[in-house]
């Protein structure tokens, strides 16, 4: 089924602001994850230096938000720590737009590689990841515990910023 509403949305890619916390916090937890992260500890993270959000927004209305990409810098280096796209308007290019503009910011800072984990079954977190030009690095076996208690493995995927 089609959602015609959203398909009129024309969306801006913004940094983080604190008042962000509560529509970040629901945006985690529509995105299938085993912990979804309290508005505590989405504050805790957003107000560690080293962490960058950028936000997925309507371009007329910058408090609604469609998605966001949160990473942590160490020295040259930075891990996303999680991606997540509103889930009525996955496939629209949104998660491929929060993570180009995030690159640059993250180049900006001095990050040369760029790391993350990901579900080896989760595919469309994969298919935006390749698209984007990350290659995985590693494996780690039963890493992850599904909802049905089954274990999946996780991939570590990198991206060289120099290459962009
Ligand atoms: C992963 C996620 C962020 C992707 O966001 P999205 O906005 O739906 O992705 P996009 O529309 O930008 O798609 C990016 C590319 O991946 C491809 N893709 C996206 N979903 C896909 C799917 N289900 N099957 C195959 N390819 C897919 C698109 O075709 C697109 O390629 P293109 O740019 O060449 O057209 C989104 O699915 C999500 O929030 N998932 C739940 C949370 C999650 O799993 N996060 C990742 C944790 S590691």
Same mark, same amino acid.
């Given at each position: 089924?089609?959602?015609?509403?959203?398909?009129?949305?024309?969306?801006?890619?913004?940094?983080?602001?604190?008042?962000?916390?509560?529509?970040? $916090?629901?945006?985690?937890?529509?995105?299938?994850?085993?912990?979804?992260?309290?508005?505590?500890?989405?504050?805790?993270?957003?107000?560690?230096?080293?962490?960058?959000? /950028?936000?997925?927004?309507?371009?007329?209305?910058?408090?609604?938000?469609?998605?966001?990409?949160?990473?942590?810098?160490?020295?040259?280096? $930075?891990?996303?720590?999680?991606?997540? #796209?509103?889930?009525?308007?996955?496939?629209?290019?949104?998660?491929?737009?929060?993570?180009?503009?995030?690159?640059?910011?993250?180049?900006?800072?001095? #990050?040369?590689?760029?790391?993350?984990?990901?579900?080896?079954?989760?595919?469309?977190?994969?298919?935006?990841? /390749?698209?984007?030009?990350? #290659?995985?690095?590693?494996?780690?076996?039963?890493?992850?515990?599904?909802?049905?208690?089954?274990?999946?493995?996780?991939?570590?995927?990198?991206?060289?910023?120099?290459?962009?």
């Amino acid at each position: 089924m089609g959602w015609p509403f959203f398909s009129s949305i024309e969306i801006s890619i913004r940094s983080a602001k604190a008042s962000d916390s509560h529509e970040i $916090a629901m945006l985690h937890s529509e995105g299938g994850f085993s912990h979804p992260w309290s508005v505590e500890e989405i504050e805790g993270l957003m107000t560690d230096q080293a962490v960058l959000t /950028d936000i997925a927004c309507d371009s007329r209305k910058s408090d609604r938000l469609f998605g966001f990409v949160m990473s942590r810098c160490a020295a040259d280096e $930075a891990e996303i720590l999680t991606i997540a #796209v509103r889930q009525k308007t996955r496939g629209k290019g949104y998660g491929r737009r929060l993570i180009e503009a995030h690159l640059p910011k993250l180049t900006q800072k001095g #990050v040369k590689i760029l790391y993350l984990e990901v579900e080896e079954d989760n595919k469309p977190a994969r298919a935006l990841y /390749d698209k984007i030009g990350f #290659v995985t690095a590693g494996i780690r076996k039963g890493y992850y515990r599904k909802p049905d208690g089954r274990l999946a493995n996780a991939l570590i995927m990198k991206l060289s910023l120099d290459s962009l």
